[in-house]
């Protein structure tokens, strides 16, 4: 038994005051964390202007957290959780680390009509006759999965007009699976979501009837006059058309990595970026309903806990370099290779249009996919001989 955090997300069914309890909280966070964010911003552009002052008035957290409370208190009084500040300063403070030691971008202003409605609390929160109690608000009412454990901190959102609670449970037993003495090789696709060494193709399910109608409702949208009341109808119609989608495949995306991680003692994955998989290639390669439902990262967030949680083993991350050019049988790196025209093979330079090919040198036919995720397993779990071939211990399989 090891002890993890885990996450479990549960409907609200506030009353109508506990409603505008939480929307006042959600505007405060909204407007505070535009208010530091400003104050952090004006620090950082006096220290690059040389103006002498190194240390500004706002630069520790002690500091930000005081100006938050006395601009509290002067705009909204005492009413939202006070809570809120040690989480809106926690954000800003790791903000402008990166940008001060890193040199990324500064986060964006909160808008009113796009940012997320929700804000975080951490104490005196507990579960107490199946009602959900935190700071300043009676106990709600709600529908969910509780998990045996200690509550670290709770966040409140709301979306398409429905209140959830994401509550976070630390020192959760979990019992680890036994070892299968298996190892897997993996490689994202484009045509398919994930391929692996032992040449089976997984694709999670594509909800195409639920795509064709938020295309035709994003169609009306764009009729409608923006943030008008029938803007707003329509618009969380959609929303939860593709809250549904996101929930399915979230589901799926669950099941199937518990399904890996129990299978397998060890994974080993390319380092992508998922982000321009789909970016790259021909245009009409990856249609658009698998570019949108797709999410390569989400996917491994998942099967690296899992796999940490029952197996107490880390993914391995191989260089994605050649693994398609590199032949699986012979070693060879081909830059061009034999495809099929008309019953006859032809040489041809490499292609992402290319999913079936010969190699030259050892004459092995090979799908794509497949071949890239034997090189993934040879590159990880293999080692490397003298004749520069690699060589398996069979095993392991």
């Given at each position: 038994m090891i002890a993890v955090e885990k996450g479990s997300k549960v409907r609200l069914y506030p009353n109508k005051k506990q409603m505008e309890y939480f929307e006042h909280c959600f505007e405060v966070k909204r407007q505070g964390f535009n208010y530091l964010l400003q104050m952090k911003k004006n620090d950082y552009y006096k220290l690059r202007a040389n103006q002498g002052v190194r240390y500004c008035n706002y630069q520790t957290r002690s500091n930000l957290g005081r100006e938050y409370t006395k601009w509290k208190i002067e705009k909204h009084g005492y009413v939202s959780d006070s809570r809120i500040k040690n989480y809106i300063v926690q954000d800003i403070e790791n903000a402008y680390t990166k940008v001060f030691q890193e040199g990324a971008g500064w986060p964006k202003f909160k808008s009113y009509h796009k940012a997320k409605p929700s804000y975080t609390t951490?104490?005196?929160?507990?579960?107490?006759?199946?009602?959900?109690?935190?700071?300043?608000?009676?106990?709600?009412?709600?529908?969910?999965?509780?998990?045996?454990?200690?509550?670290?901190?709770?966040?409140?959102?709301?979306?398409?007009?429905?209140?959830?609670?994401?509550?976070?449970?630390?020192?959760?037993?979990?019992?680890?699976?036994?070892?299968?003495?298996?190892?897997?090789?993996?490689?994202?696709?484009e045509e398919t979501f994930i391929t692996t060494n032992y040449g089976i193709k997984t694709n999670p399910p594509l909800y195409k009837k639920y795509h064709k109608k938020v295309a035709r409702l994003l169609h009306k949208l764009s009729k409608k006059k923006l943030y008008s009341k029938n803007w707003y109808k329509l618009k969380e119609k959609i929303d939860r058309l593709k809250e549904k989608i996101n929930n399915k495949t979230t589901d799926w995306y669950h099941k199937h990595t518990y399904q890996i991680a129990r299978d397998f003692d060890e994974i080993a994955v390319e380092n992508l970026k998922y982000k321009r998989l789909h970016q790259q290639g021909p245009k009409r390669s990856v249609s658009k309903i698998k570019k949108v439902q797709w999410t390569f990262g989400k996917w491994k967030i998942f099967l690296k806990y899992k796999l940490h949680w029952y197996k107490n083993e880390k993914i391995k991350k191989v260089n994605p370099q050649y693994?398609?050019?590199?032949?699986?049988?012979?070693?060879?790196?081909?830059?061009?290779?034999?495809?099929?025209?008309?019953?006859?093979?032809?040489?041809?330079?490499?292609?992402?249009?290319?999913?079936?090919?010969?190699?030259?040198?050892?004459?092995?036919?090979?799908?794509?996919?497949?071949?890239?995720?034997?090189?993934?397993?040879?590159?990880?779990?293999?080692?490397?001989?003298?004749?520069?071939?690699?060589?398996?211990?069979?095993?392991?399989?």
């Open positions: 951490g104490q005196n929160v507990k579960i107490e006759d199946g009602k959900l109690i935190i700071p300043k608000c009676k106990p709600l009412k709600f529908r969910g999965r509780i998990i045996d454990g200690d509550i670290k901190r709770v966040t409140i959102s709301r979306k398409n007009e429905r209140y959830y609670a994401s509550i976070l449970f630390v020192n959760v037993r979990v019992t680890p699976k036994p070892k299968t003495r298996r190892l897997l090789a993996i490689d994202w696709g693994t398609t050019k590199r032949c699986s049988n012979c070693q060879t790196i081909n830059k061009k290779v034999l495809i099929k025209k008309n019953n006859t093979w032809l040489f041809k330079l490499w292609d992402r249009s290319i999913r079936i090919w010969k190699c030259p040198d050892c004459k092995t036919i090979h799908d794509r996919d497949i071949n890239a995720a034997k090189n993934i397993y040879n590159l990880a779990f293999c080692t490397v001989g003298a004749t520069g071939i690699q060589a398996c211990d069979t095993t392991t399989h």
